[in-house]
């Protein structure tokens, strides 16, 4: 059974930085592209940042220069670094797994993370 546990979110002040972690289990790490998305109140869910396993990254318009992704394929990680948050950025962060090859996508069960003006 696939599992994706968030940890590392919570209360900031603009400006400051955070560190969100996912730890997956019960799946082939490598085979999936790691993601992050978000979803702000009242608003849709939207992609942050993904990774490949051969560390091929895409980030958001909206989070560069701001925002990396790592991922650790012998841990099965993948971590979000935020920093120079902003009060939009407040939402709940989800790790999301997206199996290449069968097509299938997994989620967490996300992070709140709230940034105060």
């Known amino acids: 059974q696939v599992q994706l546990v968030e940890s590392g979110g919570g209360l900031v002040q603009a400006g400051g930085s955070l560190r969100l972690s996912c730890a997956a289990s019960?799946?082939?790490?490598?085979?999936?592209?790691m993601g992050w998305y978000r979803q702000a109140p009242g608003k849709q869910r939207e992609l942050v940042a993904t990774?490949?396993?051969?560390?091929?990254?895409y980030l958001a318009d909206s989070v560069k220069g701001r925002f990396t992704i790592s991922r650790d394929n012998a841990k099965n990680t993948v971590d979000l670094q935020m920093s120079s948050l902003k009060p939009e950025d407040t939402a709940v962060y989800y790790c999301?797994?997206?199996?290449?090859?069968?097509?299938?996508?997994?989620w967490g069960k996300g992070t709140l993370v709230t940034v105060s003006s």
């Open positions: 019960g799946m082939v790490f490598r085979a999936n592209v």
């Open positions: 999301n797994a997206h199996n290449f090859l069968v097509s299938m996508d997994y």
């Open positions: 990774i490949t396993s051969g560390d091929s990254i």
